[in-house]
């Protein structure tokens, strides 16, 4: 993964203590790998289900939208729960709460192995996000109780590397697993896939438990002077008029704009995580280690965009304006696969203009929450932001396998989802206010 290091590397225009450099480089060290692993597993746990697809449709005899509908399902169970467990993080700690996190949705995802049917498929989906719900806003809040402003950046951008990775990691694997382990202990390639991505996620839940701290007085790693030193650096650029409540963030101008906003960001997201591997097969490529490979295409390149992303809206402070670009090179990606839906090779380019645009502007878009809302606030707000932003996993994946259904082809919603992107790009330019803007 990514060094800690880059957090601090780039120079900032800002105020605060040059000698913050050398204390977030250390904080970044001690936390950052573990909670990058740890979402790392959560991406995969949402990507997983669109290589396990051809299998477990043939298994359990799904139509491309009833796969959507499962796919749908886990994020009805996240969006539900979502608001309530960061309510419950704020209120018990960060530690404990995303311990339970990922003890209970290692354990839910483990359990796909015994699905039979249609029916106990759709209710474990549903479960698998309701047990997960929190879990990423849970960690952004927690990044923000520990990293200044001007670093989050950069630390979100090293952050979402993990989903970065989960991809460029997870679908090879995911190739390998369902190549070679179809039939070990008398398990189909999916049982495995759904085992091994589950199980690691329970001793992780773990580690959590044992190795983070809910606030920086806690951290004995630190000196008394670089605890005092990182807590006035955190605090100094917490906004002052923003929420400091649910319904405090809910009324700031601007919060419900930011939850459009990621609604489709997630629309155009869920497109690309759900369906790359059924667009890559579609265009003539039938061995799963091989589309495995491919589809690791548009995260490596996703991943490259959102680390010069980082540092170059950490150091020019225009957030906006990066977001905004992100998604307009989305919906280029997402024209083109339309375009090239029979040409592999256009197509994996296509696939990675995508993924630059789309994987690079979830963690662009989420530096711009923080400046509206703080405390409670951040913790439901951002949680809630984020709810509102996974509606977009509910349409996207129905709204493709739908019309896949009716039209035969998935080219028509990649066009729509391109409109969408091209939508977004147009209201963070121009449908946020002024007040976020000053203060960039």
Excluded at 201 to 223: F, M, S
Aim: proline share 5%.
């Amino acid at each position: 993964m990514s060094n800690p290091s880059a957090i601090a590397a780039a120079p900032v225009a800002t105020d605060i203590d040059p000698g913050i450099d050398a204390v977030v480089r250390k904080v970044a060290w001690r936390i950052m790998p573990l909670i990058m692993i740890c979402y790392l597993f959560a991406f995969f746990d949402r990507i997983n289900i669109s290589f396990a697809k051809f299998q477990l449709q043939g298994d359990l005899g799904l139509s491309d939208t009833a796969y959507g509908l499962g796919a749908s399902l886990f994020v009805v169970g996240y969006v539900l729960f979502e608001v309530p467990s960061n309510m419950f993080l704020y209120k018990v700690g960060a530690r404990r709460w995303i311990a339970r996190i990922m003890i209970s949705w290692g354990l839910a995802t483990a359990a796909m192995v015994f699905v039979t049917s249609e029916w106990q498929f759709y209710a474990l989906r549903f479960l698998i996000g309701a047990m997960e719900a929190g879990f990423a806003p849970g960690v952004l809040y927690y990044l923000t109780l520990w990293f200044p402003a001007s670093f989050r950046g950069r630390v979100t951008s090293l952050l979402f590397l993990a989903s970065a990775f989960a991809g460029l990691i997870g679908a090879p694997v995911s190739g390998q697993i369902l190549a070679h382990l179809e039939g070990v202990g008398g398990l189909r390639g999916w049982h495995w896939l759904f085992m091994l991505g589950g199980v690691p996620c329970v001793a992780l839940g773990l580690v959590v438990l044992n190795q983070l701290k809910d606030r920086i007085d806690d951290a004995h790693w630190l000196t008394r002077e670089e605890q005092a030193l990182l807590r006035g650096s955190v605090a100094q650029a917490a906004p002052k008029d923003g929420g400091h409540s649910l319904l405090g963030a809910i009324k700031t101008p601007g919060f419900l704009t930011l939850g459009l906003v990621y609604f489709l960001i997630q629309v155009a997201s869920y497109g690309l995580n759900f369906w790359a591997p059924h667009l890559i097969r579609s265009a003539g490529t039938q061995s799963p280690a091989l589309i495995g490979w491919l589809t690791a295409v548009p995260y490596v390149c996703g991943a490259i965009t959102m680390v010069l992303v980082g540092r170059l809206s950490d150091a020019s402070g225009e957030r906006r304006k990066f977001v905004a670009g992100l998604l307009v090179l989305a919906a280029l990606g997402f024209v083109s696969a339309g375009w090239f839906d029979k040409n592999t090779v256009m197509l994996i380019v296509a696939l990675g203009v995508m993924g630059a645009g789309v994987v690079a502007a979830i963690p662009a878009f989420w530096a711009l929450p923080p400046k509206l809302v703080t405390g409670a606030g951040a913790a439901g707000g951002i949680a809630l932001i984020n709810t509102l932003g996974q509606l977009g996993g509910i349409v996207s994946p129905v709204m493709v396998g739908r019309i896949k259904d009716i039209s035969g082809s998935t080219t028509p919603a990649l066009y729509v989802i391109a409109g969408l992107a091209l939508l977004c790009a147009t209201i963070v330019m121009y449908g946020l206010p002024q007040a976020l803007r000053n203060r960039e």
